[in-house]
């Protein structure tokens, strides 16, 4: 029996919701998911697992900075110094823009050190541990220039490459699973979505330049266990063999406020796996939601609404809807103060919002049929900024970063 721990999208640097810490130095948040992958390396070793296996996106981004670096480097030492090998792959967070430029975790690599290994290209190998052989197929996160040439994508449409590209991956799989040792225990790991994954409400816009693999093209006879990266809600997707995703280590927004964050240690047997996720004490999110317009007493209202929830510790924000009359008094500056005084660690957004009927939006009616994600965002940002600069700059924003191409994206 080999027993595994499986990680993914750790994202490393992500320091939103919080600030830097006067005692480390180092970004709260940046602190909060170092602790997560302690608690999930410290699981790994006292369940004694013979392999870690990191299913992509290592970093924030691309470029992460030294202190990024070292933290990560020091995990990877830990595991190297308990002797229990880490393979991992490439996220589309952690790849470079073009050839020849090293990707996020290429210098591991480029030091060959024992027990560590990063690959960034499809391939299929054995991985040797304390209790034995298992043979890992991998499918890191896929440029276009990496399946296809220049003249090969030429005169074909984006759709038309897509499906070239999907036609590539499925093949490379098929291949690989033909190649196998049948007495041997194969993993499947890969960083991409599968069709049908539910992502969080706020990554669901996100992830429409994604090139969505069927389930079928994963499942393939051979293949044990398929350890995915990539979406960040825990989840799986079949069981012969299990197809999982641990999801990230800690929230990285309030989209994922309903959601357990953790990793999975895994039981390879060749037809006969089992899994089971560890939930990691990830750092809770709340929104207070409170809807005082038919109330007499607002204030009391919300207070209530804020007493009920166990704010130590967490990231919380506050939406209200008043009447113009209420917002008249209710002071944002006050809410934050009392936010505070509850040992919230970081005090997101208060709004107070005031219906404005009818409300305006850029279509005819109120049909979200066929309409952009663009024009989504930009009718939600009408609904709730009333300055239209602010709009303006907040769709700039989003233009920057989630409506760029994801190889592009940060
Ligand atoms: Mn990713």
Known sequence: MITLLHLADLHIGVENYGRIDPTSGLHTRLIDVLDRLDEAIDLGIARNVDAVLIAGDIYKNRTPNPTHQREFARRLQRLRAEGIPVVIITGNHDVAPTTGRAHSVEVFNTLALDGVTVI????????????????????PWVMRHVLMTREETRDLSLLEIDQVMLNRIAEFLARSVAGLDPQLPTVLMAHATIDGATTGAERQLLLGKDLLLNRSVVALPGVDYVAMGHIHRHQHLGEQP?????????????????????????????????WAFHRLAARAFHTIDVDVRHVNDAAAVIETAISRVALAGSVVRLQIRATANQRAVLRAVDLRRRLEAADASYVGDITIAVDHAPRAHIGSDDSIDGITPRQALQRYLQGVKHDAGEVMVLLEVAEQTCFAAPDERE
């Open 120 to 139: 960034d290209r499809p391939s299929a190998q054995p991985v040797t541990t304390r209790s034995g052989t298992f043979q890992l197929i991998t499918l």
């Open 242 to 274: 299990p197809i999982v995703y641990p999801g990230s280590l800690e929230r990285i927004d309030f989209g994922e406020e309903g959601e357990d964050k953790g990793c999975v240690i895994v039981e390879l047997a060749r037809g006969a796996t089992r």
